[in-house]
């Protein structure tokens, strides 16, 4: 169940994000999380505390407690300049500070809307070119599938670190780090 | 009017933390204030360090987890009066508001300046166009100081391997920690062709030091804070002072003016984290804000010195990338751990390059060996489509790149200024710092002749291809084939907006950092400096707030 999409927008902008990225030896951006990340940070607010920013120190995955899962609270400041962003400032006034404010939710839903379910129908080239057309709304969520493919899993997205793994990156190292010989060795 | 502490800092970056730790050490007790949030530090039980910084690419690259938030506390730009009241509303050289400052994010390079640097217009004289002026300090008066500020912080590095440092009066506390793997490869083609690399003075921890331990290589060190506190940040001064019991550090409190009358401070306003107003007086006042915020707090507060937020200064940053045949795996090592100064001299080569640009001289500055460490800023580089995962196993602008960065001297001129933006707010409804800014020719010269030079390096390191680029951006006839950056300088070194000096007419502060305008408020941060100097400004900042607030406290 999507944090913030309806089934219908989930479904095409994981379409989206399997052209923007899409499968070879490894999965397509879709299989590796990243409609899932974007979802995830559009609905960070339907979460408590918000999926804003992850804890830590570790995530676990080299030795030390697993506390990335823990999400940080936001202060009051904090709170209002990330649903700003996020929701947009739908005519608030507190968020209308600097001039109203398009939220991230509205910019989605409204290029998803225009994409719309027959981009599901169409064949790879023809995606491609609706996504060339589409060029502002296309570079802001390829600028999400890449934070959703080699980000923290903990966000959402690099599902399984399978962003990490076909890259034979190890990650979040800390508290292990690298070895003397790592740093220097060719 | 009651007074619960004898002195009240404002900022808890290096500056602040060491003023912070000279104060109560005389026996005084201080508030400190903090807009940001605290990560750093336990503050009911300093003795022990809580481990909250992470290795997380979203948080600190992408989500402004250090903060300031660009939208609740933005900034603007414009380059001259002539683009009207600003170009740019948000981010805006954004050293982190957390407790800590700068030295939380930055991966500790930690190099003293050179004596010239302290004397620019008696060794080298006056540039048109530029304010420059001799320091009312010497380097021989500051040794004693950057020696301490080194055993403070905790600085690795190895004396004697750099044949152009100024004099030093003894070791560094630790050895320079393991080489990264690139920076061998780049500081090799740079000896052979006769320039001198070194290990670069670091602000951390090569072996346990302090009760904090070595740094683990993890690779998340410039922009991030450091998870098991083996980085110089300002933990340990700030936890010296708090241990004394005679300091309390305030997070998230924000600082909205100093109350000042008749030449003389009162105390402060400042907001909380719900938006409440309150008071806090005190008989000595510490600004450590760095030095755009510092400006700012000081016309909010009504003082009227014409220096106040004029010659900011940034570095001038120059980049040369070499896209290698090999692997150099910069996401493993702490960032940098070469640099080289050579373009620091005023050779006859660079005085030729000036004159023939009408100039008397150019200076460029320290270059750090790099290379890039994270996924995410790699991938955003690559296009869409079939490409992109072919790109990231290729990895030509992350696992195969090597890198130059000069942070190039950036010459104080007046018409470079920060001042309160005269429509644009932050969340507290205060005026924003604005910041106008411009090049000088010197700095255009200068990196198109050292950037020449780096690029003979790395061609001689084996690149493939080479790239190259500056912040801000060059436009024009001088322009190099420097790729288009912004014309918002991204250096994080900042300076110049307080100058102290020994003549009231020509400077903010005086010889001791304390506003002549109202002596009981000290500035503790790199506004102070009439000079920027080709090196990055922390440890000389902090060597001056241990030597200013030595007598501040007097």
Redesign the interface.
Known sequence: MPAFLTPSQYSILQAVCARLVPADAAPDAAEMGAADYIDTFLGAFSFTPPRIWAGGPFSGRFGGDSSFSDFEELSPAEELAWRTRIEGSLGIPERERLGPVTGLQETYTRGLAELGEEFLGLDPAAQDDRLAAAGDFTGLVYGHVCEGLYGAPEYGGNRDLAGWNYLNYKGDVQPRGYTDAEVSGA | MSRDFDAIIIGSGPGGSTAAEVLTAAGLSVLIFERG?N?LIDLDNPATLP?????????YM??H?LGP?P??E?RTFRTSVADGDRQL?GEVNNLPATVGGGGVHADGKLPRFREDDFSVESELGPVEGASITDWPVSYDEMEPYYAEAERLIGVSGLAGANPLAAWRSGEYPMPP?????GS?VTSAAASKLGYHPYPAPTGVNSVAYDGRPA??????CAYFGC??HAKGDPVAPLRRALLTGRAQLRP?SHVSSILISNGKATGVEWID???EHHLEHAERIVVACGAMETPRLLLLSGLTNTLIGRNVMFHMQTFVFGIMP??V?G???RSVTHVHDDHILVDDAARAAAAQAGLPWIKGGLVEHCSPSH??AE??QYP???Q???M??E?PMRDRLLGFCMQGDDLPQLTNTVDLDPA??D?WGLPVARTTYQLHTHELIASRHHGARLAEIMKEAGAERILTATSPKTTGDLATSHSEISQVPISRHVAGTARFGTDPSSSACDPWGRLWEAPNVMIADSSLFPTGSGYGPTLTLVALSLRNSRAFAA
């Open positions: 949030r990560h481990q909250r910084f992470s290795n997380d690419e979203i948080k992408s989500r987890f938030d939208w609740a933005p509303i920690g393991p080489a990264m793997y061998l740094c683990n290589n993890c690779g998340f998870p098991i998230q984290a719900h938006g090999f692997r795996h996401h493993i090592g996924l995410i991938a955003r869409w489509g079939p992109h995962k072919i990231m196993r990895s644009v707010t969340v």
